[in-house]
């Protein structure tokens, strides 16, 4: 079954768009961009999967950590 969603729609009633292939490609380069930038500053890169609770909290808390 295929779907034709274009667009998301919140709780409250917002309508987000939903990506398209071409949306994933670029975000794709994008992201290697960054990675390749963080490797050149010897920065380590950090994945977190899915963006529930514990994965904003990880997202907010991580560029502060401080490895010694």
Do not use: C, W
């Not at 917002?14 to 071409?22: R, V």
Request: aromatic content about 4%; glycine content about 8%.
């Amino acid at each position: 079954m295929t779907s034709n969603l274009t667009h998301s729609i919140s709780p409250a009633g917002e309508s987000f768009l939903l990506p398209d292939k071409e949306d994933y490609t670029n975000e794709l380069k994008r992201i290697e961009g960054l990675v390749v930038q963080a490797r050149s500053e010897n920065k380590e890169i950090v994945v977190v999967m899915g963006l529930g609770f514990m994965g904003a909290v990880l997202a907010a808390i991580a560029p502060g950590i401080n490895a010694t």
